[in-house]
């Protein structure tokens, strides 16, 4: 340790030029201190947004952005459903049309082998 007239400042050696050490409870110590700010603060900004939240402005204003949100997806939703209905039609149309040429060429080619003249 080496102590200029200001804070204790840790050292890992006894010269003042030496890298910053600090010891184990030390570093308890600051781990603990860190993480109560971090949740202090958490508790801060939740009550913050509680009061907040007790407004009719900002409930107004909440309601507001969560209807637009709903509203958005929907509209992504229903696109998406339009965009599926159209491939769905045109997969059918086209199903039936094959179905319509198979079943003639097989038509077609019983004829061709009832017209065939026997040897």
């Known amino acids: 340790m080496v102590h200029g007239g200001g804070p204790v400042i840790a050292r890992r050696e006894e010269d003042i030029y030496s890298h910053h050490g600090i010891s184990f409870l030390q570093g308890v110590v600051l781990v603990q201190t860190h993480i109560r700010m971090f949740l202090d603060r958490k508790k801060r900004l939740n009550l913050y947004d509680e009061k907040l939240s007790e407004r009719q402005a900002a409930k107004s204003v909440i309601i507001?952005?969560?209807l637009e949100d709903i509203s958005?997806?929907?509209e992504e939703i229903i696109s998406?459903?339009?965009?599926l209905t159209y491939l769905l039609g045109s997969f059918t149309h086209l199903l039936t049309q094959l179905t319509y040429l198979?079943?003639?060429?097989?038509s077609h080619s019983r004829r061709m082998k009832e017209r065939e003249p026997s040897y």
């Open 102 to 106: 198979l079943t003639y060429l097989l």
């Open 72 to 74: 958005v997806r929907a």
């Open 64 to 66: 507001k952005t969560y």
């Open 80 to 83: 998406k459903e339009q965009v």
